[in-house]
Every structure is written in C-alpha cells, then in structure tokens.
C-alpha cells in the first residue's frame, strides 16, 4: 500500500471519527456504536427490549433520539430514529400532525404480501375509504349482537367444557390458557369477519389449515422486521427461507377466502340467507373487487385476533396473583346477577350473560384496562416523518426519519400515573364512589390507539374479554403451574414467551351467595370496608 492510499485512509477515518463524535454527542439514550448505531444494544437486550426502552425513556425525560444506521447520509434522515412515551408528542404524532406521520413506505413495504392496502397498511384516501365504511358498521348493535352471539356459543360449548375436563384432572390437566385464548378469539373473528367459523377450539384442539396458513404468513411477515429491505427482498426473488413459507402460505389464505368470498356472493344475490358478518355488510354497501374485499377481511383478523386473546393472558396470569383483585370481580359478578336472576348460584351459570349484564361489570372493566396499561397488546408502534417537524418537546425530528411511541413505556411513568404506576391497581379506572368507570387520556393510555386511527373494534373487544373473563372466574379460580415461568416475547405483539401454564380449580359460589342474601350488609360495601382494613395493616 502506498504512502498517498495510507494517507488517505487515515484520513477518511478521521473524518468520520470526527463526524461520528458530533452524532453522538447530539443523541440522548442508549449508546450509539460506529457503523452499527443502536443495533448492538437492541440485541443485547432483546430478551427484555420493552423494560429496556422504558428504562431508556425514564432516564432521558420521556423522549430520546438513537440511530440505527450510523453511516453519513444515513445516520439522520432513515437512520435516525425518536423513541418517545410523552402524551404531548403522542398527540402530535397521533391526532395534531396526523398527516405527517403515515405508517410508511417500510410498514407498507413489509405487510403489502398479507395486508394488500387494508386498513391496517394503507395511508391518505385508500385507509379513509376503508375507515369511513367499518366505521359505519362497527356503531350499529347488529354487529355488536354478532359479537355476543359468537363470543357466547364459543364460551360454554367449546371454552368451559375444556376446563372443566382440566379441573377434573388435577394439577396433572394444566392447560396452556393463552393457546386456549388464542383459539377462541381466532374461531370469534372468524365468525364475525366472514360468518364462518374456523373451528380451531375443539376437543383435542385440531389444526385448521387456514388458521395453520394464517399464523405462518403472520410469523414470515414478522421475520421482514429482522433483515435490511434489500435482504428479504431478494430473498423473496430467490424463494428461499421464510419468504417462500410466506409466498405458500398466502396463497393458501387466497383460496380459502376467495372460495367464500365467491359462495357469499351467489348466497347474497338470490336471498338464500342474510349474514351479518362484515364481509358480506361490505358486499352489501358496493361493488368492491374480490381482492378489496379479501384484504378488509384479512385487516381485521389480524387486529382482532391477537390482541384481545394477549390481553386475556396477562388478565388472568394478574388476577390470579391479586387476590383481592380477584374478589371483588367476583362480588362485582355476583351482585350483578343476584339482581338480574336471583340469588341461587346455579341460574348465575345457567346461561351465558346478556349484553346488558356484561355492560353493568364496572370493576371488570377497571381491572381490563389496568392490565392493558401495564400489558399492552402492541408494545411499540412507529410512524414515518414525511415532513421536518419539531415535537412538543421541542424535539426536532427530519423528514424521512422515524418515530416510534412506546405503549409500553407509556403505562410505567412516574410523571404520568403517579409514583404507584407498576403496580396493578383497577381502582385508578373507577370514579370516588366505585360505581363508574372513567377512561384516562387517550394519549396516556394508548393500547386502543388515538386520533383519527383509534381502535374501530374498541367496544367489541371490552364485550369480547369482559364475557370471557366472567365466565371463566365465576366457575374456576386459576393458578401459575408449578414451575411455570412467565415471560414476555419479543413480538409485535406482547405474547408470552412458553405459553400460560395454568392449573384449574372448581370455584364455590356458596360463601358469595351467602353474602348477598337480603340479611346481609350491602357486598359492595363490605368489601370497601375490607380492603381499607386490609390496606391500613
């Protein structure tokens, strides 16, 4: 190597060492690596990676910037990306500057193959068409008639039979309660997408090829989050790995729903039968093509399966380490239909409950949120910057860099939920009195989303959990398997790692009932009264 090539590498590794020095110092957070930015750090904890990016926004106030991609040219624009959990910049992300934080050219990128342009992968007039029509559908009571009728039929022909078999069997029937859950919103979204259902909560618990064919479209779409564009897109042209799962897999779920896409059609034209289902109240609203139609169904599915059955998971796993939480559902459950049915326990079981008794479970509901706030189904969501903006933190943040807003992180702060804000707490949902529910800032609790793109399924999805998690606790109390550990995993969506090992017991209502007797003191009070002892020491 000659004298002028030496020169002139030391001199390009000054220059980028002095430029690399100039980066760093202007970002706050997680230590940035030459060439490599944040990356090293992201894998080091990706064990842990939501603790550690609130971790890393309690140390910096609530917002920081790092970069992914430490090269010049890079390091600022698509390399730069802000991390932030301050409801100030959620809002001005989320609703004020809706439009200049799309989901992007990479979000749409990497779920076009599953997603097409559904509502959940599209941006500007294609996502407000889809929004305007599902809104439209998700405000009448039909559908929300559907949803109970689906949610009910599953519950106590297919759900409760299972445990009941698993409480006969001892410690020695443990079920996997999240695979359970899984199951069951996956049949319930089905039933309410498309009219059919899928089946997937049965004895023995089977596999259904289109939900086999869903789940491996959905996990080789997630593995697009892992490489660089220009990777998987090759590997897409190669058919190779993960990309070729995908190809198969998706075209498994084309034909599957164009087959019922096509009968419902014929079904619709000649007035054999009248659905409910939001495919076919799409069908009915205008001429949409197969494909359209098939990516409304696929969008929905999507967001409605997961989130609820996760959210379920970390529920159960929080009620069955709160005992007191847990008894004052149930005293909550038992008020609310000794007055509706009487105050013999058996007629409480008889039948599924109506709407009008789910709506009255005011505490449920509490302690729902609670676990949402803490166990959001989407942990990280992010935004692409179409335009140079500064934040309400004053955070500047260029056009073409990223923005991700940390639910997670946004559930834990101190500065927003007060110095109790780990621990599990359904009353900070409750009005003074404990007989109403009050929803927080929709900027400080996220896990529906806000703005303009706020969670259309919302309502459905409190009906959906609140009826499964009544169900459920009125006939058994759950406890963790020996053993079983309970951990987060690294996903789009807040699953647990192994699973939710649970042992389950028959409940006895009879002490409850008891206490609801008209010679008995007002439960709801009573247990007020027990929880201040409790708490007083």
């Not at 926004?57 to 932030?84: D, E, F, N, S, W």
């Not at 050219?105 to 599902?134: E, Y």
């Not at 309410?192 to 997937?200: I, M, Q, V, Y």
Request: net charge neutral.
């Amino acid at each position: 190597m000659d004298v002028a090539t030496v020169v002139l590498v030391i001199a390009c590794v000054g220059a980028y060492v002095a430029w690399f020095s100039r980066l760093a110092s202007g970002l706050r957070g997680p230590r940035v690596w030459p060439v490599m930015g944040s990356l090293p750090g992201l894998i080091q904890h990706s064990e842990r990676m939501h603790e550690w990016i609130a971790d890393n926004l309690r140390g910096t106030g609530g917002t920081y910037q790092t970069c992914i991609c430490a090269v010049p040219g890079l390091a600022r624009r698509q390399g730069l990306v802000t991390v932030t959990c301050d409801p100030r910049n959620l809002e001005h992300v989320l609703k004020t500057r809706f439009d200049n934080y799309p989901k992007g050219p990479t979000w749409h990128a990497v779920f076009v193959d599953l997603l097409g342009d559904g509502i959940f992968n599209s941006d500007g007039d294609t996502w407000l068409l889809q929004r305007k029509t599902a809104a439209l559908e998700f405000t009448t009571r039909t559908l929300r008639a559907a949803m109970s009728r689906w949610v009910g039929s599953s519950i106590h022909l297919r759900l409760l039979p299972i445990l009941e078999e698993s409480a006969a069997a001892g410690n020695a029937g443990a079920v996997d309660l999240q695979d359970l859950l899984l199951r069951l919103t996956f049949d319930n979204i089905c039933g309410l997408a498309f009219g059919r259902d899928s089946e997937t909560l049965m004895p023995g618990l089977p596999e259904n090829a289109f939900a086999a064919a869903f789940d491996r479209a959905t996990e080789a779409t997630l593995h697009r989050f892992i490489f660089p564009e220009l990777v998987w897109r090759f590997k897409k042209w190669l058919q190779v790995g993960m990309e070729a799962t995908l190809t198969s897999s998706v075209a498994h779920v084309d034909r599957y729903l164009s087959a019922i896409i096509k009968s419902r059609k014929l079904e619709l034209s000649d007035g054999r039968r009248d659905y409910d289902d939001l495919l076919s109240r799409f069908m009915k609203k205008g001429a949409y093509t197969d494909a359209f139609l098939q990516h409304v169904v696929l969008n929905f599915i999507l967001a409605g399966r997961d989130t609820s059955s996760v959210a379920l998971s970390w529920f159960f796993w929080l009620v069955s380490i709160h005992p007191a939480v847990e008894r004052r559902i149930l005293h909550e459950l038992a008020a609310v239909l000794a007055d509706s049915r009487g105050h013999e326990p058996a007629t409480w079981l008889a039948t599924p409950l109506a709407f009008e008794e789910v709506d009255r479970l005011v505490y449920l509901k509490a302690a729902l949120s609670e676990t949402l706030r803490l166990y959001p189904s989407v942990p990280e969501d992010s935004k692409y910057v179409m335009a140079d903006d500064v934040l309400p933190d004053g955070t500047f943040v260029p056009a073409g860099s990223s923005v991700t807003y940390s639910i997670y992180s946004a559930g834990r702060m101190k500065s927003v939920w007060g110095s109790d804000c780990l621990e599990f707490r359904p009353e900070r949902w409750l009005s003074p009195d404990g007989k109403r529910f009050e929803p927080h800032d929709s900027f400080k609790f996220v896990a529906f989303n806000a703005g303009p793109r706020v969670c259309l399924g919302k309502d459905l999805a409190y009906l959906q959990m609140k009826s499964i998690a009544a169900a459920v606790l009125l006939r058994h109390r759950l406890t963790v398997a020996p053993g079983h550990r309970i951990e987060q995993k690294m996903s789009l969506t807040l699953f647990m790692k192994d699973g939710l090992r649970m042992n389950v017991h028959n409940r006895d209502l009879s002490s409850i009932a008891a206490e609801l007797s008209p010679s008995q003191p007002d439960v709801v009070a009573q247990a007020h009264v027990t929880e201040a002892v409790v708490a007083t020491g």
